[in-house]
Every structure is written in structure tokens, then in C-alpha cells.
């Protein structure tokens, strides 16, 4: 049966080369969402280099959402060549069915997964066929990157005093689970930091301001705000302003995301640092869908996760000006391409990297 399902997926790959392809993100927010934004702004890019037709689908923060957005798309007369999405915890499941009932090869994004979804769900390729992999960042290394940030900048505060930590979460998805280990007892960090409480604020903001004022009147010490969102640092930082209870010494606060304003806030000092780069994950993706649907080998490689990058005072100056440019439709995103780029080493797809090939672009325009 295996064998079969192979062939059929070999002879269909082989007979579009030619054609252009056809691909459904799906975003699990709304079209406001300034992080969402970024990743659909990247993904295009990409698509428009690499002759790929994009269609972006936004459904609500909710798992019933995303899957009436999968269940839209797979019932579409004219379906596309392949899906990106990220799944919700809680009936991802019941997703994945869908996608593999419809025989349209998808990839998702993160670790959207709880655990006893993942013990059933199993890996890429082996219970789901049309499951061909996933992009996925390091969460547990990017929350540790987060506390050395912050912990490195409380050293230069408070030399030789351990830093009293108050955790922001979101949820209990094995995002947020991830980024919280370096909070965890067993975290090597524990040695230095005390980590009064991790707060779950169920990713939202509202709930980050009705709770805050109880948060800091009950760890009034804290010496610096671990959040798993920007959007909550930056929730923070305005309701350390406008709050009842002032404080009376600085507060370190990071957070994920690199979200323009936050990036702001890092260049004035009010804020520490951000954690971020995940932004590219769908056109990572995408990248990975030309190689799989254009290339001379039908095996789609899984790539080893990818590496969160950090934005502190001491690169702020270096990221702030490029992240604010959103150039991202100026960049050839071909070079990122094995099908496309046949000069040696293909390069990762990174913000390091775009940054770098954007400096080159622009002394070639000069």
C-alpha cells in the first residue's frame, strides 16, 4: 500500500515541474497580527521569486477556527498543490485527518502539538503519508538565550545578587511549555536566578493588563520580566507606566518576536532584549517545497531545528534599521534555493543572511 501511495506522490511530483505551483498558508490569527504580518510579508517574498502562487487564509486564535479554514481549503473545486499551517493543540488530530483524507501533501509549523497528540500523531511520514515534515525553531534553547540575556544585564546591574525573575506564559501548548523550561527548578540558570512564578496568560493581552497590577503587588522585588511574547513586554512596559504600584528601581524585561515596536524599545532601554527570526518559518517552508517539488529527489529532507536569534543593546543598532525597512520583496530569495542557486553553498535562510545579501544588493545599486 505504502509502495503504491509513493509512486502515485513520484508520478505527480515529476509531472508538475513545469507548473507553477500552488500553495494555502494558513495564519492562526487575523490580519492584524503585526508577528503574522511579518511571516506572510517573508513567505510572498519567497513565493514571488520562486514561481509559487500563494494563498493566505487567516482564521481566529482558536483551534475551531483553523480547522474550518483546513476544512474550506481541502473542499475547494481547484485545490492546491500543497498546505502550510500551524497546528492548535487540542484537535490537531482531527486536522491532520483532514489533510491526509484529501491527498494534499502539507507541512506544518511549531510544536502546535500537546503530548498525547504527538504520541499518536508520531513523526512525519509514518502514520500521515502526505505529512511531509515540519519547521520548527529550538523553543527551549531560545528561552534559555532569553534568560542569559537577561540575567547578563542584571550582572551588570547587580554584580554578585542573584535576579528575581517573574515569567510571563502563554499557554500550556509545547510552545510556550518550551520557551518556560530555562524557568523550570531543573534549569542549570536556577543556580543564579529566582524564579518567583510563571504566569499563563493564555496568549492574551487583555489578560496580561486585568492581571499585571495583582502580578507585581505580589513580587513587588522582581528584577526583571521574562515574557513569552512581545506583545507582552510591551504590555508590561505600558502598564509599569500607568500602574498603581511604581517602581522604584529598573526593570529588565524580554521577550519573543521581534516585533518592530519591541526592537524600539530595545534601542531607547526600555526594553532588554528579544528573542526572534522565527518570522521566516513558512518561508522556510515554502523553500523546502521547491526543493521537494522541483528538485531531482522525491524524498523531502527534514531539516534539524532552527536557531532563534537575539536582538540586546549590543546589536540593536545593526537589526533596528533593517527590521523597520521590511525590505523583504527587494531581496532575490532564489540564492536561498538549491533548484535555483547552482553556485556551491547554498545559504540557510536567516536574518543574518538576509541582512547580508540585502548590504550586497544595495552597493550593486550604487
Not at 19 to 41: E, N, Y
Not at 109 to 127: H, M, R, V
Request: hydrophobic share 40%.
Amino acid at each position: 500500500m505504502k509502495l503504491k501511495w509513493l509512486l502515485a506522490l513520484t508520478l505527480l511530483h515529476f509531472s508538475c515541474l513545469g507548473a507553477s505551483l500552488k500553495v494555502s498558508l494558513v495564519i492562526p490569527d487575523d490580519a492584524d497580527s503585526s508577528f503574522w504580518a511579518m511571516v506572510v510579508a517573508t513567505s510572498q517574498s519567497v513565493a514571488d521569486d520562486l514561481d509559487v502562487q500563494l494563498d493566505v487564509h487567516y482564521s481566529d486564535t482558536n483551534r475551531f477556527a483553523t480547522r474550518s479554514a483546513i476544512e474550506a481549503i481541502t473542499q475547494q473545486q481547484y485545490k492546491p498543490d500543497y498546505i502550510i499551517y500551524r497546528p492548535l493543540q487540542g484537535n490537531a488530530i482531527e486536522v491532520l485527518d483532514i489533510i491526509e483524507s484529501s491527498k494534499i501533501p502539507f507541512i506544518t509549523l511549531e510544536q502546535g502539538f500537546n503530548d498525547a497528540e504527538l504520541a499518536q500523531i508520531g513523526q512525519p511520514q509514518q502514520k500521515y503519508q502526505y505529512w511531509l515534515g515540519t519547521v520548527i525553531y529550538d523553543d527551549v534553547a531560545a528561552g534559555d538565550l532569553l534568560s542569559q540575556a537577561l540575567l547578563k544585564q542584571h550582572h551588570l546591574n547587580k554584580p554578585n545578587k542573584k535576579m528575581s525573575i517573574t515569567g510571563i506564559g502563554g499557554g500550556f501548548d509545547r510552545v510556550s511549555v518550551a520557551r518556560q523550561l530555562s524557568l523550570q527548578p531543573s534549569s542549570k540558570r536556577n543556580k543564579e536566578i529566582i524564579v518567583n512564578q510563571i504566569f499563563p496568560m493564555s496568549w492574551s493581552v487583555e489578560n496580561v493588563k486585568q492581571q499585571f497590577p495583582q502580578v507585581q503587588k505580589r513580587y513587588p522585588e522582581t528584577d526583571a520580566y521574562w515574557c513569552v511574547a512581545d506583545i507582552f513586554a510591551l504590555t508590561i512596559i505600558e502598564q509599569l507606566k500607568l500602574g498603581a504600584v511604581a517602581a522604584n528601581k529598573p526593570i529588565l524585561i524580554g521577550g519573543f518576536d521581534w516585533l518592530p515596536a519591541a526592537i524600539d524599545k530595545i534601542k531607547s532601554g526600555e526594553m532588554t532584549a528579544s528573542v526572534g527570526g522565527h518570522f521566516l518559518m513558512a518561508a522556510k517552508a515554502l523553500l523546502d517545497i521547491v526543493e521537494y517539488h522541483k528538485g531531482t529527489d522525491t524524498r523531502f529532507e527534514q531539516k534539524p531545528m532552527a536557531k532563534f536569534e537575539l536582538i540586546d543593546q549590543s546589536n540593536v543598532e545593526l537589526y533596528q534599521p533593517f527590521i523597520k525597512q521590511l525590505p523583504w520583496p527587494e531581496i532575490d530569495y532564489r540564492q536561498f534555493s538549491k533548484v535555483y542557486n547552482k553556485q556551491g553553498q547554498t545559504p540557510e535562510l536567516s536574518v543574518a543572511n538576509l541582512q547580508t545579501a540585502y548590504a550586497k544588493l544595495k552597493i550593486t545599486q550604487k
